[in-house]
């Protein structure tokens, strides 16, 4: 599943009048791929529908209407898309004290290079997507917002598809070091992305 400039409406007026609508609908869709680790660290595992909605609210927000900026957004955001052999995933470092922010990047510096998929044992480690504007050769600082990429063989994601073997998403840093198994509806969702195409 995929989505093109033609999912994304520029009639704001239009848009603003179902908006509530659209987030009600994508609360339980994004709940559901969302797996906290530990106290700060939460992951969204990207969709079409998630990705959709996140570049028509941008649309909206920024009032974009040119046909090459609405593309613009569509391409950047469709780099996270997940495959038949790969899962994305947004990482938000959640901070309540706003003012702590600095000391805790100083302090978590280097974690998006160390988090990975655990796969009956078998570690994926997550692949950084860097920004469209960024240096993808170069290493990135480490900001409250990351995305990645899981790349799998056909053996972990055949193990990813089998309930029966455990899947956990570890963060293994020295200052932060914590895993949280994926169940249930997540691990539902997640097994749903991998029976894409391509």
């Known amino acids: 599943m995929t989505f093109t400039i033609a999912d994304i409406t520029t009639d704001h007026q239009s848009y603003s009048a179902r908006r509530s609508q659209a987030r009600a609908r994508m609360i339980p869709i994004r709940a559901e791929r969302r797996v906290r680790v530990g106290d700060i660290l939460v992951f969204e595992f990207e969709n ?3 990705l959709r909605y996140q ?7 920024e009032r974009l209407s040119a046909p090459g900026e609405v ?5 950047a955001y469709s780099r996270l898309l997940p495959s038949s052999h790969a899962l994305t995933a947004t990482m938000f470092i959640e901070l309540d004290q ?6 805790e990047l100083v302090r978590l510096s280097g974690v998006q290079s160390r988090i990975s998929l655990e796969i009956g044992g078998v570690r994926v480690p997550a692949v950084e ?10 290493p990135s600082e480490t900001v409250s917002v ?3 990429r899981f790349p799998l063989t056909d053996e972990t994601r055949d193990a ?3 309930p ?3 899947v956990e998403l570890v963060v293994d840093h020295p200052a932060y070091s914590d895993g949280t198994p994926v169940t249930g509806a997540t691990r539902r969702s997640l097994i749903a992305d991998l029976a894409l195409p391509g």
């Open 48 to 50: 079409a529908e998630t």
């Open 55 to 61: 570049v028509q609210e941008m649309v909206y927000t």
């Open 71 to 75: 593309a613009h957004e569509v391409d």
């Open 98 to 103: 706003l003012d702590a922010v600095r000391d």
């Open 129 to 138: 997507i860097p920004g469209v504007d960024e240096d993808p050769d170069a």
């Open 146 to 148: 990351h995305m990645f």
């Open 160 to 162: 990813f598809r089998d």
């Open 164 to 166: 029966e073997v455990p």
